[in-house]
């Protein structure tokens, strides 16, 4: 596989997969649209240990309102949060990248990085580290 300037890898049989870097300021950076159905490689550019979890939520939802709830201490579940399946990478070591290949419902989901910072001991997700994607 190569990887071009969209940020893709192309197989030899022509498709691509979608790339997305979890980066040291705990952020995902890719694109916001990704296949319902496929691969999508992550590469940890950061230089700390990430994940990438992939949940429903409510089609709507935004990344503003995701941070809103993490800084608001509530401990009942989010209002966007959805029942349905989800999909992720387990602790991914900086430097390193995997491929997550998966077969979800299309519609709304946000990443997740939950791994916690070295220094305050909080989860990355509550930092920041968290992309609203929509899988079609």
């Known amino acids: ?25 705990d952020r995902f950076v890719g694109p916001s ?4 159905k496929g691969s999508v490689t992550f590469r940890n550019v950061g230089d700390t240990l990430h994940q990438a979890l992939l949940t429903p939520v409510k089609k709507g939802t935004t990344d503003k309102q995701i941070q809103a709830y993490f800084d608001s201490g509530v401990n009942a579940p989010p209002p966007f949060a959805l029942d349905g399946p989800m999909v992720g990478l387990d ?3 900086a430097g390193n990248h995997a491929t997550l290949t998966y077969n979800l419902p299309p519609g709304t989901y946000v990443l997740t990085c939950y791994v ?3 220094v305050t001991g909080m989860p990355h ?4 580290m968290h992309k609203v994607v929509i899988l079609k």
Do not use: K
Not at 4 to 23: C, M, V
Not at 33 to 36: E, V
Not at 125 to 128: H, S
């Open 125 to 128: 997700a509550f930092m920041g």
């Open 33 to 36: 649209h990704l296949p319902a």
């Open 91 to 93: 602790v991914l070591s």
């Open 116 to 118: 916690a910072d070295d």
């Open 1 to 25: 596989a190569r990887e071009d300037s969209r940020g893709s890898s192309e197989d030899s049989s022509g498709w691509h997969t979608p790339t997305i870097w979890l980066t040291s300021a």
